[in-house]
């Protein structure tokens, strides 16, 4: 089991950065793959960037495909999300989540643990 804790959210202009923070606790951290989703008001929750157990794969929503980086420190117990050129469009509560299951089934896109979100708002 793994507890989720994310921060780093808050108010930024369009055009603008972001970097996300999930700090996690529990034990075999670095056996989890890591993925960040977000919802928006109104809609329903998507998936925005996935990181495997190893840091070695990653994976990506197009509409966040070139603007955001997904990166994990095993050491350090953390995966991070830099978000880069904001738009409105990206304002949402986002969540960090994990699975254990194999990377190649692609099951971290139905994640079994979940934080309790940060937001992110981008002003135009």
Request: charged share 20%.
């Amino acid at each position: 089991q793994v507890q989720l804790v994310e921060s780093g959210g808050g108010l930024v202009q369009a055009g603008g950065s972001l970097r996300l923070s999930c700090a996690a606790v529990g034990r075999r951290f670095s056996t989890y793959n890591l993925a960040w989703f977000r919802q928006a008001p109104g809609k329903e929750r998507e998936f925005v960037a996935a990181i495997s157990w190893s840091g070695g794969s990653t994976d990506y929503a197009d509409s966040v495909k070139g603007r955001f980086t997904i990166s994990r420190d095993n050491a350090k117990n953390t995966v991070n999300l830099q978000m880069s050129s904001l738009k409105p469009e990206d304002t949402a509560v986002y969540y960090c989540a994990a699975d254990s299951r194999p990377w190649g089934s692609r099951l971290y896109r139905q994640p079994g643990y979940w934080g309790q979100g940060t937001q992110v708002t981008v002003s135009s």
